[in-house]
């Protein structure tokens, strides 16, 4: 919790045997304390930027960001955790303040180290998309000069915009979701906006791995009844195999807040899919569990 306090300017002038540069300094950095306490009282309002300390085979310990304030994505896929967005939209905007998230970030680490807690990784992985934020790459930027590599977790639904590649060329990871590459599959898991095009996203994909110089990762959300068959395991394995990547992920839904949850394929598929990404897709592994955990 974060105590209101006085933010009175000083009026103090130099005292005698204090240079001047000294005691503007001193005023400057008392200046940003204030600015910094006035930041994360308002940003602790107005809802959660770090969503908490995640652990995972890949990361290890990160630092989960969301820097999409109102669930806004451009999917509403039928595994979605928190029961889907508010807003399904493609139009990209400013969604916080760039200096906010990097303060509310560098004071939740600094708590963090104080407990002993390292961190190796910052991950915006947010429970929206996070490239509809057009700020993205300045929160890369900024966040840079705390010296942790970042990592951004996108559905890739708009790798296909310039803009939003100059923000990916940024982070150190990123991963891409391909559940299907089957447009009727891919309409009915992840329940797209209608503006979108799964050629244009395919094509996106294939060009940022090209080009990418970071650790590129994919995930495909196996769910029962809509792409649990081996020919849809082939086709997408095709496809990852052409492009330049370090891993790629098959993954089953976790909870949900919703009446009918989307289920993982059943235990006999499973074991299929295992073997046929095992033998076919070349650095590819079936994880049966979310990947991150609290
Ligand atoms: S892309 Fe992610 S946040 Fe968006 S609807 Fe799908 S699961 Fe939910």
């Known amino acids: 919790m974060i105590a209101e306090t006085g933010n009175t300017p000083s009026t103090a002038v130099p005292c005698a045997g204090t240079d001047t540069a000294t ?15 006035r930041i994360l009282l308002d940003s602790s309002k107005k809802g959660k930027v770090v969503l908490g300390v995640m652990q995972s085979p890949r990361l290890g310990t990160s630092l989960r960001i ?8 451009t999917y509403n896929c039928v595994y979605c955790e928190g029961g889907g967005p508010a807003v399904v939209s493609t139009v990209r905007r400013e969604c916080l303040s760039p200096y906010e998230l990097y303060i509310v970030v560098k004071n939740a680490l600094e708590e963090l180290a104080a407990k002993g807690t390292h961190i190796d990784w910052l991950s ?8 509809i934020d057009i700020a993205l790459w300045r929160e890369i930027g900024l966040l840079r000069d705390l010296g942790i590599p970042i990592a951004v977790f996108t559905n890739a639904s708009l790798v296909w915009n310039p803009l939003v590649l100059d923000s990916l060329h940024c ?5 891409l979701k391909v559940d299907s590459v089957d447009e009727d599959t891919w309409r009915r898991i992840n329940r797209p906006h209608t503006c979108l095009s799964l050629d244009q996203i395919l094509r996106g994909i294939a060009d940022f791995s090209r080009t990418y110089a970071g650790t590129l990762t994919t995930e495909t959300m196996l769910v029962r009844g809509v792409n649990d068959s081996i020919q849809e395991l ?11 990547r370090s891993h790629s992920y098959f993954m089953t839904p976790g909870p949900q807040t919703v009446a009918e949850p989307a289920l993982g394929p059943d235990p006999a598929f499973m074991e299929r899919a295992a073997v046929y990404i095992r033998d076919h897709i070349p650095a590819a592994e079936l994880v049966p569990l979310p990947m991150e955990r609290v």
Request: proline content about 4%.
């Open 124 to 131: 915006f992985n947010p429970t929206s998309e996070p490239t």
């Open 23 to 37: 005691w503007i300094r001193r005023h400057a950095l008392k200046f940003r304390e204030r600015l910094e306490h």
């Open 66 to 73: 969301n820097n999409i304030r109102c669930t806004t994505c």
């Open 171 to 175: 982070a150190d990871y990123v991963s």
């Open 234 to 244: 082939e086709r997408t394995g095709v496809f990852l195999c052409t492009l330049k």
